[in-house]
């Protein structure tokens, strides 16, 4: 649960907030929340993430800061908007910023995983295939082994019953 800045009439209101892919979703109570009744949405793709610690470093984790200014505030912009958030303390705070800067990384295009040269890949999965092939072959020839094996031990005791009968 964290607070949202609304306006200079309401101030700041407890909202119940979820990260999904590069969604961050609000809701009013947990009951809107579970029927999917969204408060807003703030889009990450390019966003960015601002706090007062980034700024200065404060000792203490209570959300007092120097002259009154809240260190547990920070702040999401995109789109020419700014979206002001509270946590309840700094490292609620600092847990939000950390998972709110991967998913602006991870979904904003900056982050581009590395991809081989696909000759490379092909021929990896050439050789797993046919790793996993002669791994197979082995395998059969083991039961084959056995149920030879076996044959012959069930062979001999079937002759072994029908001249006793």
């Given at each position: ?43 990450l793709r390019g966003a960015a993430i ?75 999965r050439v050789a797993q295939g046919e ?9 059969v020839n083991m039961i084959m082994r ?20």
């Amino acid at each position: 649960m964290l607070l949202k800045w609304t306006n200079i009439m309401n101030g700041y209101q407890s909202r119940l907030f979820v990260l999904n892919e590069d969604l961050l979703c609000y809701y009013t109570s947990r009951e809107k929340m579970l029927k999917g009744q969204q408060r807003g949405c703030i889009r990450l793709r390019g966003a960015a993430i601002g706090s007062k610690t980034s700024e200065r470093k404060y000792k203490s984790s209570r959300c007092s800061g120097i002259d009154g200014e809240n260190n547990c505030d920070f702040t999401i912009t995109v789109d020419g908007k700014i979206f002001h958030i509270r946590a309840r303390d700094k490292i609620e705070r600092d847990a939000w910023v950390r998972a709110l800067e991967r998913a602006i990384h991870d979904y904003s295009g900056y982050h581009k995983p590395h991809q081989e040269d696909p000759l490379v890949d092909l021929n990896k999965r050439v050789a797993q295939g046919e790793q996993q092939s002669q791994d197979l072959l082995e395998q059969v020839n083991m039961i084959m082994r056995v149920v030879i094996s076996y044959g012959f031990r069930l062979g001999s005791w079937r002759r072994q019953t029908n001249t006793s009968i």
